[in-house]
């Protein structure tokens, strides 16, 4: 199954890159970037806030019916919350040294795309490291289909609003998620502005943070991850924060992980160790 997966993703990858050239001779409408502008926000939320903030470092409580949702908006886009998790936790435990399989240290391809194409970790790794998600049965049929979510999608996208629309706003919006996450991945661990002391080369990036709403501020997460909030300073923006937030005032969620005040008192001070809850 392994094997498999490698080999759809490291082909699928190049269409999803091929696709949306096509528009050069097709042309495109107003309609169709309208669509790729919800297609961007859902897909910042979809690995943000849910795979990144909810699935992989558990900063806010939610239903089941809801933990549902956000998995299946992620498989959406191709995301599987129970692998985006396993490997994110493991790369926070082993943030830059010999044993993160995504650090810059790797190079550029293993860095943003070799990690994805060929998973360094076995199937029995990741359930090992996932426990609290795969006490879920629908999450680990997600985990297992998790082409299913994704191909749902490009069909319904195709079907409604066409090639054009389809070419523009689903495979621009899952590019935009894909990289995304990568540039995280790389530019966040070899910029300069950093906030904390940590032991890992992370850094926060302002252009990042602005596109990819609240996600460049990486330094601050690496500092203390299991906060729902990346952005401490009132000028840090984040809006996948604010979005936790107004779901929290709908009832939707709950439980959300803020920032203690003595994290916003140790920014430049130098600290020994990051306060990690995923140890």
Known sequence: MKAISSVVKAAGLPLAHLIPLTLLRTGTTRRDWAAFAVAYVLAMVAVGGGLHRYFAHRSFRTSRAFQF??????GCFFGDAIEFSAKHRWHHRHSDNERDFNSPLRGLWQCWFG?????????????????????????????????????TACALVLSLGGYRMFACAYCLGFLAGLHGAASIGYFCHTGRRRNFATRDASSNSVILAVLL?????????????SAARSGIAWYEIDVLYWIVKALSW?????????????????????????VCALR
């Not at 460049?216 to 991850?225: F, I, L, S, T, V």
């Not at 709908?250 to 990051?274: F, I």
């Open 69 to 74: 949702f956000l998995a299946a908006m992620a």
């Open 115 to 151: 990690h994805i194409v060929n998973n360094p970790m076995t199937e029995e790794e990741m359930l090992r490291i996932t426990p609290d998600l795969t006490r879920f049965p629908e999450l680990v049929w997600l985990h297992r289909f998790w082409f299913v979510p994704g191909l």
């Open 213 to 225: 709403l609240g996600e460049g501020w990486h330094n601050n997460h690496h500092y203390y991850p």
């Open 250 to 274: 709908s009832g939707l969620v709950w439980g959300v992980r803020e920032m203690p005040e003595s994290v916003q008192m140790a920014r430049g001070k130098r600290a020994a160790e990051p």
